[in-house]
Nanobody
């Protein structure tokens, strides 16, 4: 399984960006999917989680600002980010997991920079 993330870039505070993740290969191995981020000097943290049944949960710090979605038929999932803040600056990673093996799949990361 390969995950390819795209859509990062530089945006001013208050702006919006949309990230996309495309899965290829043995995509049937992926059960749940989502997005993580890692800011400089900080640990990687969960941003949004999409369960195998399509239920979406968000980290408190993005609730009301970010919206995750998936297209199961296309094996893609997106993260629409609005009202961006400088503290949202991070490398964003798309993620997938196989519940049976516990194996985690990671995209290569895409940098989001929010200027004040």
């Amino acid at each position: 399984v390969q995950l390819q993330a795209s859509g990062g870039g530089l945006v001013q505070a208050g702006g919006s960006l949309r990230l996309s993740c495309a899965a290829s290969g043995s995509t049937f191995s992926i059960n749940a999917r989502g997005w993580y981020r890692q800011a400089p000097g900080k640990q990687r943290e969960l941003v949004a989680h999409i369960s195998s049944g399509g239920i979406i949960n968000y980290a408190d710090f993005v609730k009301g600002r970010f919206t995750a979605s998936r297209d199961a038929a296309k094996n893609t999932w997106d993260l629409q980010m609005s009202s961006l803040k400088p503290e949202d600056t991070a490398v964003y990673y798309c993620h997938g997991i196989n519940h049976h093996t516990g194996y985690n799949y990671w995209g290569q990361g895409t940098l989001v920079t929010v200027s004040s």
